[in-house]
Structure formats: C-alpha cells, structure tokens
C-alpha cells in the first residue's frame, strides 16, 4: 500500500440532499461516473473519471442537512494524533476519529480562520486514483479565509508543512509545500466576499476546457461566481453548483503570464 505523505490532500467528498440531481450535474460537467452506493456506510457513492476514484457524493444525516459543500481530506498517518494537534493549535474537532470500515479512519475539523476540512488515514482505501492532470480528477485546493494570521499559524503546525508568501500587493496569497511539492494554497477573503459567506476550502477539478465546463454547468443551474481567468497556472473559473457547493474548474493546459514570485516564510 502506498500511503501518501502528511499533509498531502488525497480525498473529496460532498454532502447533497439530492445526490441523484448532483450525480446528474457533476457527471455532466465532469464528466464523472458513479458507482453503487454503500448503505452500509450511508449510501456513500463514489465518482469515477475514466474508472479511477476522484471524489464521492453522500446523503446528509439526520440532523446534518443544511448548505451543500465539499469537503476535503488531508492524509495522516495517525488521525487521532492529528485530531490531538488540531485541539493543541487552536482549531476544533468537529467530529473525533472514527473507523470507516476496512477503508481507513477519518476526522472533522475546523481550523481557527472557520474552515473546515476532513483528515483521512488510510486503510484500504487510499483516496484519489486519478492523477490531477487527468480530466475530472482533483487538481488543487485553496483555503479561503478572513483571518489569514491564525491559518497561517495553524496549518504547518497541525501539519509538516514549509511555507512560500506570494510577493504581490494585490492578493494575500500563500502557499503550503510537502518536501518541496506544492500542495495547498491559503487566500485571504478580501470586502468582495458577502459577509455571509464563511471561510471555506475550495477545490479545484481538471477539465479539458475551462468554458466549456463553465457553459456547461449554467446550463445545468449552475452559478458562474468568478472567471475564466487566464493564469500562470491554467485557465480556471469557480462555480457554484445547483445545490450551493462551491468548486472551481481549471484547464491546465492553458496557461499564461509568468509564475509568480515568492519569498520563503520563515
């Protein structure tokens, strides 16, 4: 078993109250294909890009129905280590550490800045089969919060993290790294943002084409909040699906501009 490094995102997953209108969506603009779903553990139903697992999709449970969004898993070794960390730096475990069967043991948390976020130690599933270029898999994720200071502080210190500050007036930006490998960014919400909105982790899924993607999912009641954009880094736009889970779409084969500079956060 190949069990990925601390810190490394390595799993999606997205609570819907009707999960047959976002296989629909999601399948539509992502392309994706479902699997059975498991009422053992829920009626949890995984998502397929080409027949490699990139995400799931889950009915709420009694007493958790509310605003749709997706959830992102960071890889530990030991969760409940994890969740005692988590506790130590100032974040809440929103849910303790809790074994999924053979599949592994997950955790809830929400880290100081309000944004909550899944830990997962794997067991026989290991998470994300598809490789971040592929069409329909996983690419990237953001932690957007209000309070930059307190998830700055938090994350590498729940986490085995180094930082990078992006060197721009214009956007509070840093980016996380795992033994020199970029593996999350944090933005700061800026006035933009309606107060209602509360710090979240948004992420990224590879599509072949940024606007087709976009025409695709307002097609399908979709809510086009920011974008396309071109970027160093591809062409990307975000999007609310139908049921109000946030996301962003980005071709990575797209690109333009020069990357960034950035300066060693010490």
Avoid at 20 to 47: C, I, P, R
Avoid at 125 to 143: D, I, L, N, T
Avoid at 238 to 260: C, H, K, L, R, Y
């Amino acid at each position: 078993m190949v069990v990925r490094p601390e810190g490394i995102p390595c799993w999606a997953d997205a609570m819907f109250s009707d999960v047959e209108a976002a296989k629909t969506f999601y399948g539509e603009v992502l392309g994706w294909t479902f699997g059975d779903a498991s009422s053992e553990f829920g009626n949890y139903t995984q998502a397929y890009a080409d027949g490699k697992a990139v995400a799931a999709v889950v009915p709420p449970m009694p007493g958790q129905e509310g605003q749709s969004q997706w959830c992102l898993y960071f890889a530990s070794p030991d969760a409940a280590a994890t969740a005692g960390k988590i506790r130590e730096n100032g974040g809440e475990v929103l849910m303790e550490p809790m074994r999924v069967g053979d599949f592994g043991t997950m955790c809830l948390g929400r880290e100081p800045g309000g944004a909550v976020f899944g830990v997962w130690q794997a067991g026989v599933h290991e998470g994300f089969e598809a490789p971040p270029e592929q069409p329909g898999a996983y690419c990237w994720a953001e932690v957007f919060t209000r309070e930059p200071e307190k998830t700055d502080a938090f994350l590498p210190a729940v986490f085995p993290y180094t930082a990078k500050q992006l060197l721009d007036d214009a956007v509070d930006f840093r980016l996380f790294e795992v033994d020199g490998d970029m593996v999350l960014g944090r933005m700061k919400m800026t006035d933009e943002f309606p107060p209602e909105v509360p710090s979240y982790v948004n992420v990224y899924f590879t599509v072949d084409d940024c606007d087709d993607a976009v025409a695709r999912a307002t097609k399908l009641g979709g809510v086009l909040r920011f974008g396309p954009m071109d970027t160093p880094f591809g062409r990307f736009a975000a999007i609310s699906d139908p049921q109000g889970a946030s996301f962003s779409v980005i071709d990575v084969t797209t690109t333009a501009g020069d990357m960034p500079q950035t300066a060693d956060v010490s």
